[in-house]
């Protein structure tokens, strides 16, 4: 920022230059020492340790036998925050140069002789200024409004004196409120610090939860794949030993098909010697075939695959009662389950 442009600029360099030197705590001109924040911006000393003591009010004071790690409060100007060490405000670093400035413009408003109307007029008394305070009315005037005015029968007191208590006050005032923020932003980074933590933890138990049914989805896919094996396994068989049966009648009858047409030839041979010579081999062929065969048959319900029948009522309602609880409960559920399968398994063992 170019200071000299803007001082020229102005109708009243001091009074730019004073509007520089203001503390934003106090209101007045920076008092020595002049302390710099890390954020550039300077405070009074005794304004810097009094938000510092306001936001931070277990620290102990440097003269106390009892060391403590330091603390941190924000900057009243840019709100940035300011992280002390154990030395507390004595560890910033004064800035001779605002020092400096401010000797300067002390010594330079000193020797300017006071300007004309730099104090407001009473406007009752256009040649009086305003130099006592109305206590009663609680606003300032003059002597004139005293003595003959408005103001003769109200209690007053000399302006100074009041601006200076009020000007305390404002700044005790300020310094409770930078306090009060302080400690709102704290909360408020604590809340954002909870919102992650509770995000990071939510996004942490469902993946946990996840793989646990990933598990027993995996449980799950493999026990059906075994119990549809074991299935087609035996459909597999039954169908093999029912094909051969098939394939030995299929083969039978096809011989006996052939003996009825020889049969049927035979009958039209019209020469009794011919006739005789095959018609004896012929008819033991067809008692024999006529006897029945001696194949193998299915027996009754062969068909049947009842038998592979399961019972998961149970299993689902152990499912349905799936929910979140204690560490405690886990594993009393675990060991109730483990149960549950020794005793399914002994009557499955009593059974064969």
Known sequence: MDYKSSLIQDGNPLENLEKQLICPICLEMFTKPVVILPCQHNLCRKCASDIFQAANPYWTNRGSSVSMSGGR????????????DRHGVYGLQRNLLVENIIDIYKQECSSRPLQKGSNPMCKEHEDEKINIYCLTCETPTCSMCKVFGAHKACEVAPLQSVFQGQKTELSNCIS??????DRVQTIVTQLEDSCRVTKENSHRVKEELSQKFDVLY???DEKKSELLQRITQEQEEKLSFTEALIQQYREQLDKSTKLVETAIQSLDE?????FLLSAKQLIKSIVEASKG????????????????????EYIADTLRAIDFGTDEEEEEFIEEGQEEEESTEGKEEGHQ
């Open 293 to 312: 065969c001696q194949l193998g048959k299915t027996e009754q319900g062969f068909e049947n695959m009842d038998y592979f029948t399961l019972d998961l």
């Open 73 to 84: 409060f924000r900057c009243p100007s840019c709100r940035h925050e300011v992280i002390m």
């Open 270 to 274: 019209p020469g009794g010697a011919i």
């Open 176 to 181: 409770m409120l930078v306090a009060g923020n």
């Open 218 to 220: 995996a449980i799950l």
